[in-house]
């Protein structure tokens, strides 16, 4: 069985590689023909498979990115990744769903092996139906909003539901950082302007060295819990600069949009508006959230987590210059008035 699958998924990634969706080259469909065994089969990809009522398809079915109904009888095994899957028939094989959503209808009849996983069946599939093992990892299930999948449509949606779920988890991290240490975010974000280069080099090294360390740890059961703390670690250092970047950037779009300077929390959850709707934009999303988190994790190492500046850059970027009576020094570019100097 296993080794099916894998044929089944290296013709999917062959497929991939080679040749342009149909859609772009203008065809509906491609269909392949692998040797299985003593049986010859079908690879069927971008088309739709169809075994009517009373048909017989001698030998497997490998559908990738296709619909597979199947009404009559198939002899071999029958393989959907990332398709829909309605069986009211009969299958002499194995039958395997992989991201797909399978429909299973009570007069169908699995004589191997029934494996599933991804989305959860539609039918209830009892022990007369399935003549071999049954297999159903269909965690998709827990999560909220993700359909019934199948295709490509399917996948993409998940990929944005668990992002969105992502985003709003770190949104709360956000507003918790901005409440409890105001200060040390505004003088990490003072630092940005002046030190990004040496904070991209210093993030690029903490990460690199963390992922070697972490694997070096990782080596023997007892460094396990000390790769886990190390991670964890670099994930609160990355916290505390990503925000300190979200600070910044709401706190300078307050003053070209607004014409004034917006309060620290606004700042940073404006700040992170548009950084969460440009981390959901395929791709550019990906390389632009990796490198601000970098950018972070370096800025907050560079700054001692915001403990080296001296106030009154927290001021300049918290938009409070203080007053020379007080004794603190206004903020570069501000008159001790609080006007542009």
């Known amino acids: 069985m296993r080794s099916r699958l894998f044929r089944a998924l290296a013709a999917a990634a062959l497929f991939c590689l080679v040749a342009s969706p149909p859609a772009a080259a203008g065809t509906h469909h491609a269909t392949l023909k692998i040797e299985t065994d003593t049986k010859e089969g079908d690879v069927t990809i971008w088309d739709q498979v169809n075994v009517g009522p009373g048909e017989t398809h001698d030998g497997d079915i490998v559908a990738v990115f296709s619909d597979v109904r199947i009404e009559g009888t198939v002899t071999g095994d029958v393989i959907v990744v990332l398709g829909d899957l309605d069986l009211s028939g009969t299958v002499e094989g194995d039958v395997e769903s992989i991201l797909t959503h399978p429909r ?88 940005l302007p002046q030190r990004w280069g040496h904070a991209l080099l210093a993030g690029l090294l903490a990460c690199v060295g963390t992922v070697i360390a972490s694997i070096l740890l990782a080596i023997t059961i007892i460094g396990i819990p000390l790769a886990v703390a190390l991670a964890a670690a670099v994930l609160v250092v990355k916290w505390v600069g990503l925000a300190s970047v979200l600070l910044l950037m709401g706190h300078t779009a307050g003053r070209n949009l607004f014409g004034r300077d917006l309060p620290h929390v606004p700042s940073v959850l404006g700040g992170f508006l548009a950084y969460a709707i440009i981390c959901l934009v395929p791709i550019f999303g990906f390389l632009f959230s990796l490198a601000l988190d970098i950018l972070a994790v370096g800025l907050t190492i560079v700054t001692r987590f915001g403990s080296e500046l001296p106030p009154r850059f927290s001021a300049a970027v918290a938009g409070r210059p203080a007053s020379p009576a007080g004794g603190m020094p206004p903020a570069p570019g501000v008159s001790p008035g609080g006007a542009p100097a």
């Open 104 to 191: 299973i209808t009570e007069s169908a009849r699995i004589r191997g092996e029934m494996v599933n996983v991804g989305w959860p069946i539609d039918g209830h599939v009892t022990t007369a139906q399935v003549g071999g093992d049954r297999v159903d990892i269909s965690a998709i299930r827990f999560i909220p909003f993700a359909g019934k999948g199948g295709g490509l449509w399917g996948l993409l949606r998940l990929w944005v539901i668990i992002k969105l779920m992502k985003l709003a988890a770190l949104f709360l991290i956000m507003l918790l950082l901005a409440a409890l240490i105001p200060r040390r975010l505004a003088n990490i974000a003072a630092a």
